[in-house]
């Protein structure tokens, strides 16, 4: 089965090291541009509290949650450790054409 | 008319605060553009390093001559400032590396937040969760169990607190269920049950300490030991409880809007190193990433959308202490704070 992919965003609407909150389907995701412009998606919402991730601060692969710092790794998803347990969902991204393409599948 | 209102987490304030979407709430949150809160958010080990640097420097200074005159009234000062840095310093330290904003690297967060855990007698892993509920449910009755002044405000339990001997009672009391494994009803509230096993080998490791220096005490035939570990908890609590009691007392209790919750009082370089900038308590609350160290220059950002700060700590407790005076009688009265913007209700 081929994976069918969703634009998200121009690559530019997300500065390195950052994250960008983008809704699809009724449901709310997180993509996020490394320093060395890479992408990644993830759910949107921690799985902690349910905050927004977007808000949060991207540095060195992982994101840490506004709410109450709660960190994943956004590359695996892993959570890093309390108040962070449950690990985050991911989605294949990519980028072609300067826009960050999602794999929601 | 007066009504008492119920702070316990498993009462009926605090389901109906649930009842009414006062749980787990959507709170107000100044504007400010995304790349200012980046810059603002962003991690260094320097400011950090170099305070605690000064803090166990201090320790040790204040220390070793605390020792080197035990016996005489030299003694006294230097017991005085070791206990502030210890029983006092903690908090802030225990706060800033409990919210992992102090270090860049987590390890020097993880390792502070430990050290000052202890000195300041907080369980770390208890009051990492009660410290994620405080800022999920801020002052919402029945539902933050970080609230210090109750309604009606107790007299003798705020002055017997600054010398942590409420606070600290009840945590050695709850050192000896939770060192048998088990948890109050009350953190079962806020606490996975996953945690369950940290928070009894921690009591275990604290009771072993408590004891060593008991034990320590009677073969030495002197208090020396205590002084130096343990009781400055104690004798050293008053200035973190007079910092403290800035923050939210006598302010809104169940509103959404940190502003009208909590204080940011301007202090002196010397207060603030103790307190590590915790004294920008609005803009502590509403963006907890950003660091103490850029607090500052976070509430130069958002302060056309806050109440007008406090000058000072005299300017706070004139408003606190009548505030918390009135409440003995009238345990509706709070103090409210104008917003430049409206709160949303
Ligand atoms: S909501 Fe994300 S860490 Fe709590």
Redesign the interface.
């Known amino acids: 089965m081929t994976a069918t992919w969703v634009d998200a965003c121009d690559v530019n609407d997300v ?1 390195p090291e ?1 994250v960008r909150r983008f809704d699809h389907g009724g449901r709310t995701y997180a993509v996020y541009r490394t320093a060395e412009d890479e992408v990644f998606a993830t759910d949107g919402l921690c799985t ?3 905050t927004h991730l977007a808000g ?2 991207v ?1 060195d692969g992982i994101i ?1 949650c ?4 709660g ?1 994943f790794d956004f590359r695996t998803g892993k959570a890093m450790g ?2 962070a ?1 449950i690990d985050l969902k991911t989605y294949p991204a990519k980028v072609e054409n300067g826009r960050i393409l999602v794999s929601l599948d | 008319m007066s009504t008492r209102r119920d702070y316990s987490l498993v009462g009926l304030d605090g389901e109906r605060a649930q009842r009414n979407g006062l749980a ?1 709430a959507q709170w107000y949150a100044c504007q400010a553009p ?2 200012t809160l ?1 810059e603002l ?3 260094t080990d320097g400011p950090a390093i170099r305070d605690t640097l000064l803090w166990f420097g201090l320790l040790g200074l204040s220390r070793t001559l605390g020792c080197l005159t035990w016996g005489t009234w030299l003694a006294v000062p230097c017991f005085l400032v070791y206990g502030v840095l210890y029983g006092s310093a903690s908090d802030s330290r225990w706060h800033e590396c409990g ?3 102090a270090f ?1 690297t ?1 390890w020097m967060n993880q390792a502070v937040y430990q050290i000052a855990c202890f000195m300041i007698l907080r369980e770390p ?1 208890v009051w ?2 009660s410290h ?1 509920r405080h ?2 449910d801020t002052l919402v009755v029945g539902r933050d169990p970080e609230i210090n002044v109750q309604r009606p405000p107790s007299v003798f339990k705020l002055l017997v607190n600054f010398f942590a001997l409420k606070s600290g009672a009840e945590t050695i009391g709850k050192l000896f269920v939770h060192a048998v494994g088990r948890v109050t009803a009350e953190e079962v509230t806020f606490i ?1 049950e ?2 369950g096993w940290k928070i009894a080998i921690v009591a275990r490791v604290y009771l072993a300490i408590f004891t060593g220096v008991i034990a320590w005490c009677i073969w030495a035939g002197s208090i020396l030991p205590a002084m130096l570990i343990g009781l400055p908890t104690f004798y050293g609590a008053f200035l973190a409880v007079f910092f403290s009691l800035t923050q939210h007392a006598g302010l809104a209790e169940d509103v959404l809007d940190h502003r009208l919750n909590s204080r940011t009082v301007y202090m002196n370089p010397m207060f603030r190193f103790v307190y590590w900038n915790m004294n920008y308590h609005v803009e502590h609350h509403m ?3 950003v660091p103490y160290h850029a607090l500052p220059k976070l509430h130069e950002a958002i302060k056309a959308d806050c109440p007008p700060p406090y000058r000072g700590c005299l300017e706070a407790y004139r408003e606190v202490l009548p505030a918390l005076a009135r409440q003995i009688r009238d345990p509706n009265h709070f103090i409210r704070r104008p917003t430049p913007t409206a709160t949303p209700t």
């Open positions: 500065d950052d902690h509290e349910k949060g601060l540095m840490e506004p709410k109450h710092n960190r309390a108040p347990c | 787990g995304r790349r980046k958010m962003q991690r919210h992992g904003t860049k987590h892993t990492r969760w994620a800022h999920t996975p996953t945690e963006f907890p990433l």
